[in-house]
């Protein structure tokens, strides 16, 4: 059975640092391109990073971009973010998600597995 497991979330102040990580289990990442996404009361899914299963093509949306990297660990089945210099308005819910294909943009809809979220909050 699929699934993903995240972790790393929590609360954190302002310009601290989480690496979120979500490790897969039922199939194997290396072929998929993955993301992660982020959401907030009463809004959609925003996309904050993608990366492809070869590792050599990135995304990142403009307010995050320097200070987030996304990551993948083939051999392990997970994918992480790293998020430094976080701000108040990065407290969300974060989601990873997998693409049945290995290029993927920062559309929710072109990802097909999701991970069940995790939270984080960046207090002042």
């Known amino acids: 059975q699929l699934k993903f497991v995240e972790s790393g979330g929590g609360l954190v102040q302002s310009g601290g640092s989480l690496r979120l990580s979500c490790a897969a289990s039922?199939?194997?990442?290396?072929?998929?391109?993955i993301g992660w996404f982020r959401q907030t009361p009463g809004q959609g899914h925003e996309g904050v990073s993608c990366?492809?299963?070869?590792?050599?093509?990135?995304y990142y949306a403009d307010s995050v971009k320097g200070r987030f990297t996304i990551s993948r660990d083939n051999a392990k089945n997970t994918e992480y973010l790293q998020m430094n210099s976080l701000k108040l308005e990065d407290t969300a819910v974060y989601y990873c998600?997998?693409?049945?294909?290995?290029?993927?943009?920062?559309?929710?809809?072109?990802?097909?597995?999701w991970g069940q979220g995790v939270e984080v909050t960046v207090s002042s």
């Open positions: 998600a997998a693409a049945l294909r290995p290029v993927a943009g920062a559309s929710a809809y072109e990802y097909d597995y």
């Open positions: 039922g199939f194997n990442l290396d072929r998929h391109a």
């Open positions: 990366i492809s299963s070869s590792g050599t093509s990135t």
